[in-house]
C-alpha cells in the first residue's frame, strides 16, 4: 500500500481492512504466522516470550501461544502499569491465570507486583500494529505504549535481547513510514505470508 502521509487515514483503511475479514480468513491468517513465526532462530531460542491479546481485528497470536507453551517456553502478557499508566509491564501467563479489563477494556492477567517484569527481562516481544515497512517501522494505535516502554532502546545500534518482533496480516505492509525520535524499530515482521527480516538497530 502507499501513502503519502496521513496517519490517521491510514489507521483508518488498514483497520478497516483487518474489520472486514471473515472469521474463517482471520483463523487461516493466525495459523499461517504460527507456522512462519516458529521457524525463526530468535523465536526457536527464546525462554520468555512477550505476547499480547487480540483486539481491533488484529491478527490472533494465540496459535502460536499455544506451540510455545508445548515447548515449554514462558509466555507473558502487557499490562498497564498501575503506578504509571503510560507504560507497560509483563505478566506470566498460565492456563488458570485470572484475567481483568484494563481501562480500554482489554484483558490483562491479575497477578501480584511482585511477578511483573519489564520488557527488558523479556527474550522476545510480538507487538501488534496497524502498518509496518520494509524498514521495520512500526504503526501502533496511537497511543505510544510500545514506544514508552522500550524507550532504555532509543538511540542503541544493537542489543542482545529483547528481540522485538512485529506480527501483522501481509496487507499492513506499507511503502514506508515516518520516523519520530522516540521510535525503535522492529527486528522483524511476520505475517500470514512472509517473514521480513529488516536491517539490525
Same mark, same amino acid.
Given at each position: 500500500?502507499?501513502?503519502?502521509?496521513?496517519?490517521? #487515514?491510514?489507521?483508518?483503511?488498514?483497520?478497516?481492512?483487518?474489520?472486514?475479514?471473515?472469521?474463517?480468513?482471520?483463523?487461516?491468517?493466525?495459523?499461517?504466522?504460527?507456522?512462519?513465526?516458529?521457524?525463526?532462530?530468535?523465536?526457536?531460542?527464546?525462554?520468555? &516470550?512477550? =505476547?499480547?491479546?487480540?483486539?481491533?481485528?488484529?491478527?490472533?497470536?494465540? !496459535?502460536?501461544?499455544? /506451540?510455545?507453551?508445548?515447548?515449554?517456553?514462558?509466555?507473558?502478557?502487557?499490562?498497564?502499569?498501575? &503506578?504509571?499508566?503510560?507504560?507497560?509491564?509483563?505478566?506470566?501467563?498460565?492456563?488458570?491465570?485470572?484475567?481483568?479489563?484494563?481501562?480500554?477494556?482489554?484483558? #490483562?492477567?491479575?497477578?501480584?507486583? /511482585?511477578?511483573?517484569?519489564?520488557?527488558?527481562?523479556?527474550?522476545?516481544?510480538?507487538?501488534?500494529?496497524?502498518?509496518?515497512?520494509?524498514?521495520?517501522?512500526?504503526?501502533?494505535?496511537?497511543?505510544?505504549?510500545?514506544?514508552?516502554?522500550?524507550? =532504555?532502546?532509543?538511540?542503541? /545500534? =544493537?542489543? /542482545?535481547?529483547?528481540?522485538?518482533?512485529?506480527?501483522?496480516?501481509? =496487507?499492513?505492509?506499507?511503502?514506508?513510514? !515516518?520516523?519520530?525520535?522516540?521510535?525503535?524499530?522492529?527486528?522483524?515482521?511476520?505475517?500470514?505470508?512472509?517473514?521480513?527480516?529488516?536491517?539490525?538497530?
Amino acid at each position: 500500500m502507499s501513502t503519502d502521509f496521513d496517519k490517521p #487515514e491510514l489507521r483508518r483503511a488498514l483497520r478497516a481492512r483487518r474489520h472486514a475479514l471473515s472469521p474463517q480468513l482471520r483463523e487461516r491468517a493466525a495459523d499461517a504466522l504460527a507456522a512462519n513465526a516458529t521457524a525463526l532462530r530468535v523465536w526457536q531460542l527464546a525462554r520468555r &516470550i512477550g =505476547f499480547y491479546l487480540s483486539n481491533d481485528s488484529e491478527i490472533d497470536p494465540m !496459535p502460536l501461544m499455544a /506451540r510455545a507453551r508445548s515447548r515449554g517456553k514462558c509466555c507473558y502478557l502487557p499490562v498497564l502499569s498501575r &503506578i504509571n499508566g503510560d507504560r507497560l509491564w509483563f505478566a506470566p501467563l498460565q492456563h488458570d491465570t485470572p484475567m481483568r479489563a484494563n481501562r480500554f477494556g482489554i484483558p #490483562e492477567p491479575c497477578v501480584s507486583a /511482585r511477578e511483573l517484569v519489564r520488557a527488558a527481562a523479556l527474550d522476545l516481544i510480538l507487538m501488534p500494529l496497524v502498518g509496518f515497512d520494509a524498514d521495520g517501522n512500526r504503526l501502533g494505535m496511537g497511543g505510544g505504549f510500545y514506544d514508552r516502554s522500550l524507550d =532504555f532502546l532509543r538511540g542503541r /545500534r =544493537f542489543w /542482545r535481547k529483547p528481540h522485538l518482533v512485529g506480527l501483522a496480516y501481509d =496487507f499492513q505492509r506499507v511503502d514506508a513510514l !515516518p520516523v519520530n525520535d522516540w521510535d525503535v524499530p522492529l527486528m522483524s515482521i511476520v505475517t500470514d505470508r512472509h517473514t521480513y527480516i529488516t536491517a539490525q538497530p
